[in-house]
C-alpha cells in the first residue's frame, strides 16, 4: 500500500510536469501565432499606407502631366497662375461640398476680417449716392470721425483719382490699407470742397447689440449677429449692462446669424449649461467623438442663470446652431422662430504665402445629445415668424407698373398693398381697377400724386410704409415677450 501511494504521487508528479510542458509550449505556439496576427495586421496596415501613398503619387504624376502640357502646348498662351488656380478649384469642387473653398487674398482678408471682428481701415459707414460714395457716420472714437468725417459728406476722390461710377466694394477695398498707412479722401461739403489725409488703424466691429425692451423693463433683448474673436467678451459685457439696468430675463437673437468660431460658441453656451454637462461633440472621419462639455475655463466662471430664450431662423447656421441646440438640449432653454439653416460641419483654414487660403471641411459636429442636423436644421420649441409677405423679394423698380399688366411684380404690389390695408381683392398678378384704385389711394395719402401707376417713387415708398410695419410685427419676439413673463 505504501508503494502504491509512493507510486501514485510519483505518477501524479509526472502528470503535473506533462502539464507544465505542455502549458508552457501552448503559451509558446500562442504567442508565437499572436506574434504572426499582429506581424499580418501590420503588414496589412503598411500595405494599404503604401498602395495609397502611391495612388497619389501617380495623381500628382498625371496632373503634372497635364498642367505641362496644357501650358506649352495649348493653341494659346496661358498664365501658370490660372491654371493652377484651375486645377486647384478643380479639386475643390470634385468634393461636392459648398464650404470648402480655396479663396483669393481679398476673399481671405475679408472672412479674417470676419473672424476677428475687426478690419483696417479708417472707421466710416458709407454708401452709394449717386456716381459717388455718400458717408452715412463715422464710427466713435475712429481716425474718421478724429479727422471730422461727417455724416452726409461725399467722397469723390481716393488718392486723387475720382471715384466716379466706381463700385462701392471697389471704393471700401481702396479706402482700407495696411494699418498705419494714409489715405487721402477729397470730400463735398455744404457746396465746399477739402481733402483729408486720414491714418488707417484697426477698427474693431461690434457683434453684439442689446437694450431693455420698451414696455418691459425686466427683460433684457441681446442681438448676436456672429460669433468672432471677440463676441464672448461682448456678450459678457452686455449682460452685465443690462443686468444694471434691470434685466431679470433675456431674449437672445441669433436669427440670421452665419455663424464663425466653434470655440467662442461653446464659450457662450458654457455661460448657460451646467459645468459637466455636454455642449456639442466632434465626429472625425475616422468616426472617433470628441465631446466638449461646459466648463469654467470656456465660461471664465461667468453664469447666466435668469430666464431666458433664444430666437432663431433659416439663417441660424453654423456656431449660431451649436449655441442654440446646447441651450436647448443641455440647459432646457427655448428656442422660438423657424427652423434654422442646418450647418453641421466643421472647417478650418490653411494659409499660403501669397495671402490665399484653403478652406476644408475636416469634421462632422453634433449636438448635446449626439444628433448630426446637417441639411435638417433644429426645429423651434415654438414656431413663431414674420408675416409671409415680410419674405417677398425687393420689386423691380426699373419699370413702372399699370392697368392691364400681369407680372409676379404685379403680384407682389398687390400682396403689400393687402398688407397695408389698401387692397382687398385676389393677389393674382393682374394690374385691374381695383390694384388702380388701391395704388390711387396709396399715393394719395402719402403726398405722391395719384395716377393709379405704380412708378419708382411709389414702389420705393410702399416698401418704405411696409418696412416701417412690419417692425412692429416680431411675432418671435413677441412670443418670446410671453414666455418670459408668463
Do not use: C
Request: aromatic content about 8%.
Amino acid at each position: 500500500m505504501e508503494n502504491d501511494d509512493k507510486k501514485e504521487v510519483t505518477e501524479n508528479k509526472k502528470a503535473k510536469k506533462e502539464h507544465r510542458k505542455v502549458s508552457i509550449w501552448a503559451v509558446i505556439i500562442t504567442a508565437v501565432v499572436a506574434i504572426a496576427i499582429g506581424a499580418g495586421g501590420m503588414y496589412a496596415y503598411m500595405y494599404n499606407e503604401v498602395k495609397e501613398a502611391q495612388t497619389v503619387s501617380a495623381s500628382m504624376k498625371k496632373i503634372q502631366t497635364i498642367y505641362e502640357t496644357l501650358y506649352y502646348n495649348y493653341y494659346k498662351k496661358t498664365s501658370a497662375k490660372k491654371l493652377q488656380n484651375g486645377a486647384i478649384n478643380g479639386m475643390i469642387d470634385a468634393l461636392d461640398d459648398q464650404f470648402s473653398e480655396y479663396m483669393t487674398k481679398s476673399e481671405a482678408e475679408s472672412l479674417n476680417d470676419t473672424i476677428s471682428g475687426s478690419f483696417v481701415g479708417i472707421g466710416v459707414e458709407v454708401q452709394k449716392s449717386g456716381n459717388y460714395i455718400k458717408v452715412i457716420a463715422p464710427i466713435d472714437n475712429t481716425p474718421a470721425a478724429k479727422a471730422g468725417l461727417k455724416a452726409k459728406d461725399l467722397i469723390t476722390k481716393v488718392n486723387g483719382k475720382s471715384i466716379k461710377g466706381v463700385s462701392l466694394e471697389k471704393v471700401i477695398s481702396t479706402i482700407r490699407g495696411k494699418k498705419g498707412t494714409y489715405v487721402t479722401l477729397t470730400i463735398q461739403r455744404d457746396g465746399s470742397t477739402f481733402t483729408k489725409k486720414v491714418k488707417r488703424a484697426t477698427i474693431p466691429v461690434s457683434t453684439v447689440y442689446g437694450n431693455i425692451d420698451s414696455k418691459n423693463k425686466t427683460v433684457g433683448y441681446i442681438k448676436v449677429t456672429t460669433f468672432s474673436t471677440n463676441t464672448a467678451k461682448e456678450f459678457k459685457k452686455e449682460i452685465k449692462i443690462l443686468r444694471k439696468k434691470g434685466a431679470k430675463s433675456f431674449v437672445i437673437d441669433v436669427r440670421d446669424n452665419p455663424g464663425g468660431l466653434m470655440n467662442v460658441a461653446i464659450s457662450m453656451a458654457s455661460m448657460f449649461v451646467k459645468y459637466g454637462k455636454n455642449v456639442m461633440q466632434v465626429q472625425g472621419r475616422n468616426g472617433e467623438t470628441e465631446v466638449y462639455k461646459s466648463s469654467k475655463s470656456y465660461s471664465g466662471g461667468f453664469k447666466v442663470t435668469e430666464p431666458t430664450v433664444v430666437l432663431v431662423n433659416s439663417g441660424s447656421a453654423s456656431a449660431s446652431e451649436i449655441f442654440a441646440s446646447a441651450l436647448n438640449e443641455s440647459a432646457n432653454i427655448k428656442l422660438i422662430g423657424t427652423k434654422t439653416y442646418g450647418k453641421g460641419t466643421v472647417q478650418t483654414t490653411q494659409e499660403y504665402k501669397d495671402g490665399t487660403e484653403l478652406k476644408l471641411t475636416i469634421d462632422k459636429w453634433l449636438t448635446a445629445n449626439g444628433t448630426w442636423i446637417n441639411k435638417k436644421g433644429i426645429e423651434p420649441t415654438i414656431k413663431s415668424d414674420w408675416p409671409s409677405v415680410a419674405y417677398l423679394a425687393a420689386i423691380n423698380t426699373d419699370k413702372s407698373y399699370q392697368e392691364g399688366q400681369v407680372s409676379k411684380q404685379v403680384k407682389k404690389i398687390q400682396k403689400i398693398l393687402k398688407y397695408l390695408g389698401y387692397f382687398t381683392g385676389t393677389s393674382n398678378g393682374y394690374y385691374g381697377s381695383d390694384t388702380k384704385d388701391a395704388i390711387a389711394k396709396f399715393q394719395s395719402d402719402n403726398g405722391i400724386t395719384s395716377t393709379g401707376t405704380a412708378d419708382k417713387a411709389t414702389v420705393i415708398k410702399m416698401e418704405s410704409k411696409l418696412s416701417s410695419k412690419l417692425s412692429n410685427q416680431d411675432n418671435a419676439y413677441k412670443t418670446a415677450l410671453k414666455q418670459l413673463t408668463n
